[in-house]
């Protein structure tokens, strides 16, 4: 974990901002990039107030896992009463407290730069089941402005994402999202057991 990266719990009011929806990543976008049957188990990594996580757990009837760092950040979402199905889990996502094959999909938006990146995909693999998907979605190293986002020395191009992923994940998609941020999606490599 690098503490001078993490989002700050004072600062949850900009996570839950609608314009986000606009700005950042639509529902539609985040529906075509998750591309999800409806029965999938998802871990959103780094789940802040859950303002996708529960977007995220309308798409599916399976558990949603809210991975998240902060308690103070979970005791925000825990309020705003989040859908059945989210299931909320304090602990770090570089180190996943989620048991083998466990999940579907994992999802992680605007969190990558805040975690260790590459180190958290070994548990990660193991944590999907076969033909599990990763969506990545943060900060582009080239927006259209710097209005908004982290110092631009924090951030990832999507080819680097790419890279660190492999060999547990094969990138299909890796496309630019609206003015700021970048979509990487990726499945489970077929790797034969270790
Ligand atoms: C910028 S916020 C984004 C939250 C949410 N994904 C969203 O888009 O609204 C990043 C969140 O990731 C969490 N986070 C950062 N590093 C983490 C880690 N290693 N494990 C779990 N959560 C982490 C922070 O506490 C923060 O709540």
Sequence with gaps: MHDHKLFRPERAAVLEDQGRLQVQLGEDELADL???????????????????????????????????????????????????????????????????????????????HETRGASTMRRLYDAMRPGGRLLIVDWRRDPADDAEGPPLEFRYAKEEVSELLAPFFVTERAENVGRYLFAVVAKRADLPHS
């Design 34 to 112: 998750l591309a999800l049957r409806g029965d999938e188990d998802v871990a959103d990594l780094g789940s802040g107030t859950g303002f996708y996580t529960d977007r995220v757990a309308h798409l599916t009837t399976g558990t949603v896992y809210a991975v998240e760092l902060q308690p103070e950040m979970l005791a925000i979402h825990r309020e705003k009463g989040p859908p059945a199905n989210v299931r909320h889990v304090l602990g770090d996502v570089d180190d996943l407290p989620l048991p083998p094959a466990s999940i579907d999909v994992a999802l992680s938006i605007i969190t990558f």
